[in-house]
C-alpha cells in the first residue's frame, strides 16, 4: 500500500527509519566491547577499593554510567544531520581550541601529561578527546567544499585542512600528550589520502613528520622519561620500577593467561596488583590474563569488525563529506586501539592512549561513541 | 567521489586490518605459544616461600638414652617488611628493642642485613635467608623480655617473639662425648653454591640431602656423619604476594618431616665412665714426675677407646681436652671460637681418639711378635735379652736399660724387654738383603698393615687420621717427596737459622738424607720393631688391632653408630659390623699371643702386674700391653694401656693414651682396670654383673624402641610422677601479666623429643598454658662467654 504512494512513502520511511537505518552491528560490536570493558575495570579495581575501604563496585557503576551517557551522546549525534552539523563544525573546533589552552593554563597532570580538566565530583574531561572528533569534522568540511568540476581537493583546501588540525596538535603537543599527537597525526593522514588529494601532500606528511619527530628528539623537546618509554618497548626484559616495568608485568600478565584465561577476579597479576594502571592503559592484560587468547583475541575482532563497518560505511557514504567522517573514525580507532594493544603485547611504544570502549574514563568512552555517532550519521544518511 | 578516494580508501581497509592481523598474530604468540614461560614468570613474581625448619633428629645411645636433643629457646624475630612499611624503617623500634635486649642499635641493623655485598657482617650474623622470613636477632631471651614484646604489640611492631628448637645436650651420668657427637654450624655460600651448580648440571640430590640457606648442618662427629638423615625435610608455605608483598593467602603447604634418630653403640654410663678415668688418668700423670727428675708429666691430652671386640662396636671413646658442644648453639661467638681454637687450650676440637697421631711404643709389639711367630721363630725360645745392644755400630738400650737375662717370648712380652727385639729385626733386615735388598718380604711392615696400621679404620667420623707405618715403603714415599728439598739444603744450608751449631747439624742431616735418605737402614727396621721412629698410630687403630687379636684375627670396621630410627620409632637402618680385614695369623699364634699378653697382669714381672694387683683375675683374665712412647723433639713419653678382656674369651678392648703421659703402666693402666671394674660390676675383688654400668652386664643387641610421637624408652627415664610439675594455673590466667606463670622444670634426664614439642610455637598458645619448658639447668649463656673446656 504504500508502494502506492511514493511520496508518502518517502515521508513515512524516514520518519519510521531511523530505527531501523541504523547499522545495529555496529552498534551491537561497541557496546559488547563496553561491556566487556566494564568487567575488565570491575575485575582490575574491585580488590584496592576493598582495600581502601571503598565502594567495591565503584568503577564499575562509573563505567556503566559512562557508557550511558556515551550511548546517548551517540543517539543524539547520529540524530542530528550531518550536513547541518558542517554549519556547527567551525563552532566545534573553536570550543575545542578553547578545551586545550584552558588545560594548559588550568589543567591537572596525570602521569606527566597536562592533559586533563578536573571537574566537580571527582570527574575528569580530557579535551585532546573532543578535538579529535573536532579535526575530524572540520577537515572533512574543509576537503570536501563544493568544487567547480572537481573531484580532488586543490591544494589551498588541504592547506586548510592541515592548518585546522596543526593547532589543536601543537597544543596538545605541549601538554605533552605524544600518545594522541600519533593518533591524530595517523587520522590526518587517512583522511588527506581518501580526500584524494595529490600524492605530493602525502608524501609531504610523511617527510614532515619524521623531521618534526627528528627536531623534537634532537633539540630536547621530548624528555628524557617520555623517550624512555617510547623506547622502553625495544628492551622487553627491563627490570624494576623503569619504565620497562610496566610493560613487563602487562605481558607476564597475558602471556600467562594461556589459551582461556584464569577467570574473571582469578587473575594472580591483576589482584596482586602487579601491573599499575590496569583500569585504564593497562585493561587489556586483565582481558589477556583472565579472560585468556579467546576473550584478547575476541576483543580484537570485535575492534576489527567496528573497523570493517566503518570502512563499508565511508565507502558507501553518499557524499566525500561523510566518507572522510568516518574514513577518520575508522583511522582513529584503529590506530588508537592498535597503539594500546600494542604497548600491552609490547610491540608498541608506552603512549598512555585508552583503550576505546574498553579502557575506564569519561572522556574517551563519550568520543568512542560520538564517534559511533558520526558512522551511524553517516550511514543513515546514505540510505536516503 | 574520485577513483583516487575509493582505491585509497581500499587500501586503507587493508591496512586496517593488517594492523588487526599483527595484534592477533602476537596475541597468540604470547598467549599460546609462549604460554610456560610467562607462566613461570607469573609464579614468580606472585609466590614467596617460608621455610619450616624440621626437628632435627635426636642422637641416642644404646639403650635409647638421649645423648643429644632438642631444647626450645626463646627466640626474638624481626619482620623486615613490617618495618619497611614504618614510617621511618623501624627504627624507633628497633632502637626500644636493642635497649631492651642490651645490645647496639647497629648491631641488630647488622643482623637485619641481607648477607652479600653491602652486608656488614659475614654469615651467620648477616641474613642469609628468605627476604620474607621473620630474622632472629636474639637467642635465650629471658622470659619477661617476651612477654613484653609479645604484649606491647604498638610497642614493637613487625617484632615477634617465639619458641624455636634448638640442640640440647642432655649429658646423661653428665657425658660429654663432645669429639663423638659434634656440633652445628650454619650452612655456608660455598657450600650452597657447590650445590647450586651441581642442580644446574642435572644432578639429582634427594630432598633429605638438599641444603637450605639457613639451614644448621652437622661440622663434626656424628652430626656431621649422619647430617642427611638426621636434618629432615623442611616444611614449605607457598604464599601468594601482590606486588607491594604483601601476603595475600596460601597457596600450599608442605609439613616439615622431622630427621631420622641416630641410635649409637655408646652407653651412656659407660662413656661417663670412660671420660671420668681418662680425666684421672691425665690428673695421675700430671702428679707423676719423670724418673730421675723432679719434672712433672704434662700429661697434655689423652684418650681412651672401649670397643667390642666381637664387632668392632665403639662402646666410648673419649678425648681430652675437650669442650662443651653447647658453644655452637645458637651460633658460636667470635671470643668463643678463637678460645677455643687458642694454642693455650691445646685443640680441644681435635679428638685425640681418631685423630691424634702417636708413636704406639710397646703396643706395637703385637705386630712384632705376630711377624716373628709367622716367621719361624718360636714361643720357647729363648731369647737374649742384654740391657743394650750394638747393631752396625750403634747402640741400642733396652727401656731403662734392665736386663732380665734370656727370656721366652711370653716373658719377653710381658717383662717388655726391647733388646730381642733388636735381634729379631736385626735378623728380618738382613734376610731382607740388608742394604742391598732384593725382593724384601718386610714381615713386620706388612703385619702392621695387616692389623690397620697405616690407613683409616673407616670409624663412621668424620676426618679420620690414618697414621703411618715408619717401614721401607714410608721411607721412599718420604725420600721421593723431599729428595730435592734435602739436597737443596745440603748444599744451601739453613742460613735462616741463627743457631749457628743447629745449622751447620741440620745441614748435615740433609745431606745424608740428600745422598742415602732412600736406604732402610737396619735401625729404621730396629725401630719398626719396638714402635718407636717414624711409626704413629691412632688409639682407635690400637683398639681396632688388639680386638682382631682378641677375636682370633677379624678387623673390624669400628663403629658408633648401630642404627637410624625414623621419628615415629619405625627402623630405617641398621648398621651391620663390617669386617675389614683378616690377620695372616694362625689360630695357634693367636692363641699364643692372648695368653702372653694375659701374663702382662697376672705374672709378677708382668708390666701391668701392680696395676691389676686384687683385680680378679681368675674370673676376667685382662691381656695388656704396656707402651711408653719415646716421642721425638724433646716431648715427654707417650703413656699407652692397650688391653683386652676376658683373656680367654674376649669381649672388650679398651686402650688408654696420655699423651707426655709417663709410663703405660704408671698412669694410664690404673684408669683402665677402673673402666674395666665397672664394666663388669667389680668391687674390690667381687664380681657382680648387676653392677655392672652396663645393663645386664654387657652390651644391648636389640635396638631401643622409639614411641610412635618420637619418645625414646629406655631404663630408668622419668616417669610422669618423677617429673616437677610446677605450678600451673592459678596465676596463668589468660589477661594476667604472666611473669607469675612459673617455670616448669623436669629432672635432668628428660629428654625432649616430641616434634610437635620442639618446633616453633606461638608463644602465647605456651604463655596461656603457664607453661615455657625451659630446664632450671639449662646453662644460659652470657653474650661474652668465655671458653668453657670441659672436665667430669
Same mark, same amino acid.
Given at each position: 500500500m504504500t508502494l502506492t504512494y511514493p511520496t508518502a512513502g518517502t515521508q513515512r520511511r524516514r520518519s519510521q527509519s531511523w530505527l531501523a537505518k541504523i547499522d545495529w552491528s555496529l552498534v551491537v560490536a561497541a557496546l559488547a566491547l563496553s561491556i566487556i570493558g566494564a568487567l575488565l575495570v570491575w575485575s582490575a579495581t574491585k580488590g584496592t577499593q576493598i582495600e581502601k575501604g571503598l565502594d567495591p563496585d565503584g568503577f564499575f557503576k562509573k563505567h556503566l554510567l559512562n557508557i550511558v551517557i556515551g550511548v546517548g551522546l551517540c543517539i543524539l549525534i547520529s540524530r542530528f544531520d550531518y550536513r547541518l552539523l558542517r554549519a556547527y563544525t567551525p563552532f566545534l573546533w573553536g570550543a575545542s581550541i578553547l578545551g586545550l589552552l584552558f588545560v594548559l593554563v588550568k589543567g591537572s597532570t596525570i602521569n606527566g601529561a597536562k592533559a586533563w580538566i578536573s571537574l566537580p565530583a571527582g570527574f575528569t574531561l580530557q579535551p585532546s578527546e573532543f578535538a579529535k572528533i573536532a579535526i575530524i569534522l572540520g577537515m572533512a568540511m574543509l576537503l570536501s567544499e563544493k568544487r567547480d568540476a572537481e573531484n580532488e581537493p586543490r591544494d589551498i583546501d588541504v592547506a586548510y585542512a592541515l592548518g585546522v588540525a596543526g593547532v589543536p596538535i601543537a597544543l596538545i603537543m605541549l601538554q605533552p600528550d605524544l600518545g594522541t599527537v600519533m593518533v591524530i597525526a595517523c587520522m590526518v593522514f587517512g583522511i588527506v589520502a581518501v580526500s584524494g588529494a595529490k600524492a605530493r601532500w602525502l608524501t609531504g606528511i610523511l617527510v614532515g613528520g619524521v623531521v618534526v619527530a627528528y627536531v623534537a628528539i634532537q633539540t630536547g623537546l621530548l624528555k628524557d622519561y617520555q623517550l624512555a618509554r617510547l623506547t622502553a618497548f625495544t628492551n622487553p626484559d627491563a627490570n624494576g620500577r623503569t619504565s620497562g616495568f610496566n610493560t613487563q608485568q602487562a605481558r607476564i600478565a597475558i602471556g600467562s593467561g594461556g589459551l582461556f584465561g584464569t577467570g574473571l577476579f582469578h587473575g594472580p597479576q591483576t589482584q596482586g596488583h602487579f601491573v599499575p594502571e590496569n583500569q585504564t592503559d593497562f585493561v587489556y592484560s586483565v582481558a589477556g590474563e583472565e579472560l585468556g587468547f579467546v576473550g584478547a583475541a575476541g576483543i580484537v575482532l570485535l575492534l576489527g569488525f567496528i573497523l570493517w563497518r566503518a570502512v563499508r560505511i565511508a565507502l558507501r557514504a553518499s557524499d566525500l563529506f561523510g566518507r572522510l567522517v568516518a574514513t577518520g573514525v575508522a583511522v582513529w580507532i584503529a590506530f588508537q586501539a592498535f597503539e594500546n594493544i600494542g604497548m600491552n603485547l609490547g610491540i608498541t611504544p608506552v603512549t598512555g592512549v585508552p583503550l576505546p570502549f574498553v579502557s575506564y574514563g569519561g572522556t574517551s568512552m563519550f568520543a568512542s561513541w560520538l564517534a559511533i555517532g558520526l558512522l551511524l550519521n553517516v550511514h543513515m544518511r546514505a540510505q536516503e | 567521489m574520485s577513483e583516487r578516494s575509493n582505491l585509497r580508501l581500499a587500501v586503507l581497509g587493508v591496512l586496517l586490518l593488517s594492523l588487526v592481523l599483527t595484534l592477533v598474530g602476537r596475541l597468540f604468540f604470547l598467549q599460546v605459544v609462549s604460554a610456560e614461560v610467562y607462566t613461570a614468570k607469573a609464579s614468580a613474581n606472585q609466590f614467596r616461600y617460608v621455610v619450616t625448619p624440621a626437628t632435627r633428629g635426636l642422637i641416642l645411645d644404646q639403650l635409647g638414652r638421649p645423648l643429644v636433643a632438642n631444647r626450645t629457646s626463646l627466640v626474638v624475630s624481626v619482620d623486615r617488611t613490617s618495618l619497611a612499611d614504618q614510617k621511618d624503617k623501624g627504627a624507633a623500634v628497633l632502637h626500644r628493642l636493642a635497649k631492651a635486649l642490651g645490645v647496639s642499635d647497629t648491631s641488630i641493623k647488622f643482623r637485619l642485613e641481607t648477607c652479600g655485598k653491602d652486608a656488614h657482617e659475614k654469615p651467620p650474623i648477616c641474613w642469609n635467608g628468605s627476604p620474607y622470613q621473620p630474622v632472629p636477632v636474639a637467642k635465650d631471651i629471658t622470659q619477661d623480655l617476651a612477654l613484653t614484646i609479645m604484649e606491647k604489640r604498638s610497642d614493637y611492631p613487625g617484632v615477634s617473639a617465639g619458641l624455636e628448637a634448638v640442640r640440647e645436650y642432655e649429658s646423661p651420668f653428665g657425658?660429654?662425648?663432645?669429639? #663423638?657427637?659434634?656440633?652445628?654450624?650454619?650452612?655456608?655460600?660455598?657450600?650452597?653454591?657447590?650445590?647450586?651448580?651441581?642442580?644446574?648440571?642435572?644432578?639429582?640430590?634427594?630432598?633429605?640431602?638438599?641444603?637450605?640457606?639457613?639451614?644448621?648442618? !652437622?661440622?663434626?662427629?656424628?652430626?656431621?656423619?649422619?647430617?642427611?638423615?638426621?636434618?629432615?625435610?623442611?616444611?614449605?608455605?607457598?604464599?601468594?604476594?601482590?606486588? =607491594?608483598?604483601?601476603?595475600?593467602?596460601?597457596?600450599?603447604?608442605?609439613?616439615?618431616?622431622?630427621?631420622?634418630?641416630?641410635?649409637?653403640?655408646?652407653?651412656? $654410663?659407660?662413656?661417663?665412665?670412660?671420660?671420668?678415668? #681418662?680425666?684421672?688418668?691425665?690428673?695421675?700423670? $700430671?702428679?707423676?714426675?719423670?724418673?730421675?727428675?723432679?719434672?712433672?708429666?704434662?700429661?697434655?691430652?689423652?684418650?681412651?677407646?672401649?670397643?667390642?671386640?666381637?664387632?668392632?662396636?665403639?662402646?666410648?671413646?673419649?678425648?681430652?681436652?675437650?669442650?662443651?658442644?653447647?658453644?655452637?648453639?645458637? !651460633?658460636?661467638?667470635?671470643?668463643?671460637?678463637?678460645?677455643?681454637?687458642?694454642?693455650?687450650?691445646?685443640?680441644?676440637?681435635?679428638?685425640?681418639?681418631?685423630?691424634?697421631?702417636?708413636?704406639?711404643?710397646?703396643?706395637?709389639?703385637?705386630? =712384632?711378635?705376630?711377624?716373628?711367630?709367622?716367621?719361624?721363630?718360636?714361643?720357647?725360645?729363648?731369647?737374649?735379652?742384654?740391657?743394650?745392644?750394638?747393631?752396625?755400630?750403634?747402640?741400642?738400650?733396652?727401656?731403662?736399660?734392665?736386663?732380665?737375662?734370656?727370656? =721366652?717370648?711370653?716373658?719377653?712380652?710381658?717383662?717388655?724387654?726391647?733388646?730381642?727385639?733388636?735381634?729379631?729385626?736385626?735378623?728380618?733386615?738382613?734376610?731382607?738383603?740388608?742394604?742391598?735388598?732384593?725382593?724384601?718380604?718386610?714381615?713386620?711392615?706388612?703385619?702392621?698393615?695387616?692389623?690397620?696400621?697405616?690407613?683409616?679404620?673407616?670409624?663412621? #667420623?668424620?676426618?679420620?687420621?690414618?697414621?703411618?707405618?715408619?717401614?721401607?715403603?714410608?721411607?721412599?714415599?718420604?725420600?721421593?717427596?723431599?729428595?730435592?728439598?734435602?739436597?737443596?739444603?745440603?748444599?744451601?744450608?739453613?742460613?735462616?737459622?741463627?743457631?749457628?751449631?743447629?745449622?751447620?747439624?741440620?745441614?748435615?742431616?740433609?745431606?745424608?738424607?740428600?745422598?742415602?735418605?732412600?736406604?732402610?737402614?737396619?735401625?729404621?727396621?730396629?725401630?719398626?720393631?719396638?714402635?718407636?721412629?717414624?711409626?704413629?698410630?691412632?688409639?682407635?687403630?690400637?683398639?681396632?688391632?688388639?680386638?682382631?687379636?682378641?677375636?682370633?684375627?677379624?678387623?673390624?670396621?669400628?663403629?658408633?653408630?648401630?642404627?637410624?630410627?625414623?621419628?615415629?620409632?619405625?627402623?630405617?637402618?641398621?648398621?651391620?659390623?663390617?669386617?675389614?680385614?683378616?690377620?695372616?695369623?694362625?689360630?695357634?699364634?693367636?692363641?699364643?699371643?692372648?695368653?702372653?699378653?694375659?701374663?702382662?697382669?697376672?705374672?709378677?714381672?708382668?708390666? !701391668?702386674?701392680?696395676?691389676?694387683?686384687?683385680?680378679?683375675?681368675?674370673?676376667?683374665?685382662?691381656?695388656?700391653?704396656?707402651?711408653?712412647?719415646?716421642?721425638?723433639?724433646?716431648?715427654?713419653?707417650?703413656?699407652?694401656?692397650?688391653?683386652?678382656?676376658?683373656?680367654?674369651?674376649?669381649?672388650?678392648?679398651?686402650?688408654?693414651?696420655?699423651?707426655?703421659?709417663?709410663?703405660?703402666?704408671?698412669?694410664?693402666?690404673?684408669?683402665?682396670?677402673?673402666?674395666?671394674?665397672?664394666?663388669?660390676?667389680?668391687?674390690?675383688?667381687?664380681?657382680?654383673?648387676?653392677?655392672?654400668?652396663?645393663?645386664?652386664?654387657?652390651?644391648? *643387641?636389640?635396638?631401643?624402641?622409639?614411641?610412635?610421637?618420637?619418645?625414646?624408652?629406655?631404663?630408668?627415664?622419668?616417669?610422669?610422677?618423677?617429673?616437677?610439675?610446677?605450678?600451673?594455673?592459678? *596465676?596463668?590466667?589468660?589477661?594476667? *601479666?604472666?611473669?607469675?606463670?612459673?617455670?616448669?622444670?623436669?629432672?635432668?634426664? *628428660?629428654?625432649?623429643?616430641?616434634?610437635?614439642?620442639?618446633?616453633?610455637?606461638?608463644?602465647?598458645?605456651?604463655?596461656?598454658?603457664?607453661?615455657?619448658?625451659?630446664?632450671?639447668?639449662?646453662?644460659?649463656?652470657?653474650?661474652?662467654?668465655?671458653?668453657?673446656?670441659?672436665?667430669?
Open positions: - | 657425658v660429654n662425648a663432645a669429639h #663423638l657427637l659434634g656440633y652445628l654450624g650454619p650452612v655456608n655460600d660455598t657450600e650452597l653454591q657447590v650445590q647450586k651448580d651441581a642442580l644446574a648440571a642435572g644432578q639429582k640430590i634427594p630432598p633429605e640431602s638438599l641444603l637450605r640457606s639457613r639451614d644448621l648442618i !652437622g661440622r663434626a662427629g656424628l652430626e656431621s656423619q649422619y647430617d642427611d638423615t638426621l636434618r629432615g625435610v623442611p616444611g614449605v608455605k607457598k604464599l601468594s604476594v601482590d606486588l =607491594s608483598m604483601a601476603v595475600t593467602g596460601t597457596a600450599g603447604e608442605t609439613q616439615p618431616t622431622p630427621g631420622n634418630y641416630l641410635v649409637t653403640n655408646i652407653d651412656a $654410663r659407660l662413656q661417663a665412665v670412660a671420660e671420668k678415668q #681418662l680425666y684421672e688418668a691425665i690428673l695421675r700423670g $700430671r702428679s707423676r714426675t719423670e724418673r730421675g727428675t723432679s719434672t712433672h708429666y704434662k700429661a697434655d691430652s689423652g684418650a681412651v677407646v672401649v670397643m667390642d671386640v666381637t664387632n668392632g662396636h665403639v662402646l666410648a671413646m673419649a678425648s681430652w681436652p675437650s669442650y662443651d658442644p653447647s658453644v655452637w648453639v645458637g !651460633g658460636i661467638s667470635k671470643t668463643e671460637y678463637s678460645a677455643l681454637t687458642a694454642t693455650a687450650a691445646n685443640t680441644p676440637l681435635l679428638s685425640r681418639a681418631t685423630q691424634g697421631q702417636f708413636v704406639p711404643a710397646s703396643t706395637f709389639k703385637i705386630v =712384632s711378635a705376630s711377624a716373628a711367630l709367622q716367621n719361624g721363630y718360636t714361643q720357647a725360645g729363648p731369647y737374649p735379652c742384654p740391657g743394650s745392644l750394638t747393631i752396625a755400630g750403634r747402640k741400642f738400650n733396652n727401656f731403662e736399660g734392665e736386663a732380665p737375662g734370656p727370656v =721366652s717370648l711370653t716373658k719377653g712380652l710381658a717383662v717388655s724387654c726391647d733388646t730381642m727385639w733388636y735381634q729379631i729385626a736385626a735378623d728380618f733386615w738382613v734376610k731382607d738383603g740388608g742394604l742391598k735388598p732384593t725382593a724384601p718380604k718386610d714381615a713386620i711392615e706388612n703385619m702392621a698393615k695387616s692389623y690397620g696400621y697405616g690407613k683409616k679404620t673407616g670409624i663412621d #667420623l668424620p676426618s679420620e687420621s690414618s697414621g703411618r707405618v715408619g717401614g721401607r715403603a714410608f721411607k721412599k714415599a718420604r725420600y721421593d717427596a723431599l729428595h730435592d728439598a734435602w739436597c737443596r739444603r745440603a748444599v744451601n744450608g739453613y742460613p735462616e737459622y741463627t743457631d749457628k751449631a743447629r745449622a751447620a747439624r741440620d745441614k748435615a742431616i740433609a745431606s745424608d738424607n740428600c745422598k742415602y735418605g732412600d736406604i732402610y737402614q737396619v735401625g729404621d727396621e730396629v725401630n719398626l720393631a719396638i714402635g718407636q721412629g717414624d711409626t704413629a698410630v691412632t688409639p682407635l687403630q690400637v683398639a681396632t688391632a688388639y680386638s682382631a687379636l682378641a677375636n682370633g684375627g677379624t678387623i673390624w670396621q669400628p663403629q658408633v653408630a648401630r642404627g637410624i630410627v625414623s621419628s615415629s620409632g619405625k627402623l630405617v637402618t641398621a648398621i651391620k659390623p663390617l669386617k675389614t680385614g683378616k690377620l695372616p695369623v694362625s689360630a695357634a699364634n693367636l692363641a699364643f699371643l692372648r695368653n702372653a699378653f694375659s701374663q702382662v697382669t697376672s705374672e709378677t714381672y708382668g708390666t !701391668g702386674y701392680n696395676a691389676f694387683k686384687g683385680f680378679p683375675l681368675a674370673q676376667i683374665p685382662v691381656a695388656a700391653k704396656t707402651g711408653t712412647g719415646q716421642a721425638s723433639n724433646n716431648q715427654q713419653s707417650t703413656s699407652w694401656f692397650s688391653t683386652f678382656a676376658p683373656a680367654n674369651k674376649p669381649k672388650y678392648a679398651v686402650v688408654m693414651m696420655v699423651s707426655q703421659g709417663g709410663t703405660g703402666a704408671g698412669t694410664s693402666a690404673p684408669s683402665v682396670r677402673k673402666i674395666y671394674e665397672a664394666i663388669y660390676g667389680i668391687t674390690g675383688s667381687t664380681v657382680d654383673p648387676t653392677k655392672s654400668v652396663l645393663l645386664g652386664g654387657s652390651p644391648v *643387641t636389640k635396638l631401643p624402641t622409639i614411641k610412635a610421637d618420637g619418645t625414646p624408652i629406655y631404663p630408668g627415664m622419668p616417669t610422669a610422677a618423677t617429673r616437677v610439675t610446677g605450678a600451673v594455673g592459678a *596465676t596463668g590466667a589468660p589477661g594476667a *601479666t604472666g611473669k607469675a606463670g612459673a617455670q616448669v622444670t623436669s629432672d635432668a634426664a *628428660t629428654p625432649n623429643p616430641s616434634p610437635s614439642s620442639t618446633g616453633f610455637i606461638a608463644l602465647p598458645v605456651l604463655l596461656a598454658g603457664g607453661l615455657v619448658g625451659r630446664r632450671r639447668r639449662h646453662r644460659r649463656r652470657p653474650s661474652d662467654a668465655v671458653i668453657r673446656l670441659w672436665s667430669p
